[in-house]
């Protein structure tokens, strides 16, 4: 499976971004999807994941209420709908697909990450 990340950019405080992610090299995604992201000298950290069907989400603490995250499966793409952005949300962001369950996602260690893609640059200035 290979993985695209598009939607990143500079926004100021306050605004929003909708990221992409999109999935190829399969014919149906059925494993959970999600997003991580790191800031120089920090590790990845989840930001938010859900299962292929949906139904189920996480979200880190430090995006309730102002991220969504969603799935076109029809498109095997994935998205994240941030709002209400900080400057303490600059990050590169990553999407990711593993079959593991999502109760296992907050603390995946990267590095054993089924798939993912380059990242998508998002800065928010003050």
């Known amino acids: 499976v290979q993985l695209q990340a598009s939607g990143g950019g500079l926004v100021q405080a306050g605004g929003s971004l909708r990221l992409s992610c999109a999935a190829s090299?399969?014919?149906?995604?059925?494993?959970?999807m999600g997003w991580f992201r790191q800031t120089p000298g920090k590790e990845h950290e989840i930001v938010a994941a859900?299962?292929?069907?949906?139904?189920?989400?996480y979200y880190s603490d430090f995006v309730k209420g102002r991220f969504a995250i969603s799935t076109d499966n029809a498109k095997n793409t994935v998205y994240l709908q941030m709002s209400s952005l900080r400057p303490e949300d600059t990050a590169i962001y990553y999407c990711?697909?593993?079959?593991?369950?999502?109760?296992?996602?907050?603390?995946?260690?990267?590095?054993?990450?089924?798939?993912w893609g380059q990242g998508t640059q998002v800065t928010v200035s003050s």
């Open positions: 990711a697909i593993d079959s593991r369950p999502l109760a296992y996602w907050p603390n995946l260690d990267w590095k054993t990450i089924g798939s």
């Open positions: 090299g399969v014919t149906l995604i059925t494993d959970n």
């Open positions: 859900h299962t292929w069907s949906g139904r189920v989400t």
